[in-house]
């Protein structure tokens, strides 16, 4: 059993940054994968990025490459989203998940994934 809690939620303005956070329980998280994902209001929940349990490889969705950064700290039980140059399309719920995933098609997959936080709001005005 893992239990996900996220933090670093706000408000900013566009181009500014947010780091956001998960902290996981359980002995296991560094055998998971990470993953976030996003849901603006009317929308369907989306995938943002992930990482493998190791921290060594990492996947963007096109709409954040080059503007996000997903990383953990195993030691921490913890894993971090930095997020520059926010848009207003940014905002959204932003949620952390945790799945036993080792193959890079399914990174992206919601189903795939066991666990859910319960998802912190960030809010970008133009």
Known sequence: Q???VESGGGLVQAGG???LSCAASGRTFSSYAMGWFRQAPGKE???ATAINWTGGTTYYADSVKGRFTISRDNAKN???LQMN???PEDTAVYYCAAGLISTAQAMGVQAVYDYWGQGTQVTVSS
């Open 85 to 87: 140059s926010l848009k």
């Open 2 to 4: 893992v239990q996900l």
């Open 17 to 19: 940054s947010l780091r």
């Open 45 to 47: 929940r989306e995938f």
């Open 78 to 80: 913890t894993v971090y």
